[in-house]
């Protein structure tokens, strides 16, 4: 059976860290572009970073530029997402999706290209 299975969300304070883990099951993420993105209560979902997994292209949205990095294991089962320097408006849930890789091409941080999602881990950054 094929799953996302996301982990590593929690509560932290403002200026703390959290490394999310987006664990595939059931396939490789070969081929792959893997997204992670977030929603707030009340508020569309919103790309946050996705990575090639051919080649390992990274794509960050500019909120959160220079706080974040996504990579991936040489396996090729899991894609981290490292969140430093958290701020509130980091609080949201947080989803990993796929979508087949356009080789080539950067990979894309809309979620409608996206068409296979975990359940998602809840990340509250509050002091």
């Known amino acids: 059976q094929l799953a996302l299975v996301e982990s590593g969300g929690g509560l932290v304070q403002p200026g703390g860290s959290l490394r999310l883990s987006c664990a595939a099951s059931?396939?490789?993420?070969?081929?792959?572009?893997i997204g992670w993105f977030r929603q707030a209560p009340g508020k569309e979902r919103e790309g946050v970073s996705c990575?090639?997994?051919?080649?390992?292209?990274?794509n960050y949205d500019d909120s959160v530029k220079g706080r974040f990095t996504i990579s991936r294991d040489n396996a090729k089962t899991t894609v981290y997402l490292q969140m430093n320097n958290l701020k509130p408006e980091d609080t949201a849930a947080y989803y990993c999706?796929?979508?087949?890789?356009?080789?080539?091409?950067?990979?894309?941080?809309?979620?409608?290209?996206?068409?296979?999602w975990g359940q998602g881990t809840q990340v509250t950054v509050s002091s």
């Open positions: 059931g396939f490789i993420l070969d081929y792959y572009a």
């Open positions: 999706a796929v979508t087949p890789e356009v080789l080539f091409s950067p990979c894309k941080l809309s979620s409608q290209d996206y068409n296979y």
């Open positions: 990575i090639n997994s051919s080649h390992g292209s990274t």
